[in-house]
């Protein structure tokens, strides 16, 4: 079946540096990849997704790659801010969904961030 | 925006009593519901997916006369974790979808003693 693996955490950083959180996926088929954050207190929120090959996604300066050949998405910013502070999940969701994010979703277990600035 | 308000954010029960947590969708009609449970440093598990005024269908492996999920309306379902014991403490979210997107709850930390 599908599954997400994401790299353990926690990630302490501190503000201003370069963050990079792994993510690699298996999968039949052709897969929608999303990153999630879930900040303290709040639901899931959909930070970013790509829905095919060579797609890359971005949002709030957070950039991932849908890289097919080896299937990763990893989740990266160039300089991080305590407001970046949260959970990150790394999802896909089934071929039939269609790129959207309402079909089911696999999820990586979640990595902690913390800035400290 | 659309958001789903989930309750309660954290509960302590006793062994062998139930436990309710509601998810309600707020300036949305919620057709599907999806809740998931995630253990510590695992991913969030699918348990099951609610549609509106018809029974849940459960994921494999997960017991239905255990976690018993009610979707009576478009802005209410519920998860009750019936006869709870420590191992089913966990952190359980909902997912409800509008169209063509999906929106989380807050989630809730149940802790089972």
């Known amino acids: 079946g599908d599954s997400v693996t994401q790299m353990e955490g926690p990630v302490t950083l501190s503000e201003e540096a370069f963050l990079t959180i792994n993510c690699t996926y298996t999968?039949?088929?052709?897969?929608?990849l999303f990153w999630y954050v879930q900040y303290p207190g709040e639901g899931l929120q959909l930070l970013l997704k790509?829905?095919?090959?060579?797609d890359k996604g971005s949002n709030k300066g957070f950039e991932a790659t849908y890289r097919k050949e080896t299937t990763s998405f990893h989740l990266e910013k160039g300089s991080v801010q305590v407001s970046d502070s949260a959970v990150y999940f790394c999802?896909?969701?089934?071929?039939?969904?269609?790129?959207?994010?309402?079909?089911?979703?696999?999820f990586g277990q979640g990595t902690i961030l913390t800035v400290h600035p | 925006g659309a958001v789903v308000s989930q309750h309660p954010s954290r509960v302590i029960c006793k062994s062998g009593t139930s436990v309710k947590i509601e998810c309600r969708s707020l300036?949305?009609?919620?057709?599907?519901m999806f809740w998931y449970r995630q253990f510590p440093k695992k991913s969030l598990m699918l348990m099951a997916t609610?549609?509106?005024?018809?029974?849940?269908?459960?994921e494999q492996g997960v017991e239905k006369d255990k976690f018993l999920i009610n979707h009576a309306s478009l802005t209410l379902s519920t998860l009750t974790v019936t006869s709870a014991h420590p191992e089913d403490s966990s952190f359980y979210i909902c997912?409800?979808?509008?169209?063509?997107?999906?929106?989380f709850g807050q989630g809730t930390r149940l802790t089972v003693v």
């Open positions: 997912r409800g979808i509008m169209n063509t997107e999906a929106f």
């Open positions: 609610s549609n509106e005024g018809s029974k849940a269908t459960y």
């Open positions: 300036d949305f009609q919620a057709t599907t």
């Open positions: 790509a829905t095919k090959a060579d």
């Open positions: 999968a039949t088929g052709y897969p929608s």
């Open positions: 999802a896909l969701s089934d071929s039939g969904a269609g790129g959207t994010s309402y079909g089911k979703l696999t």
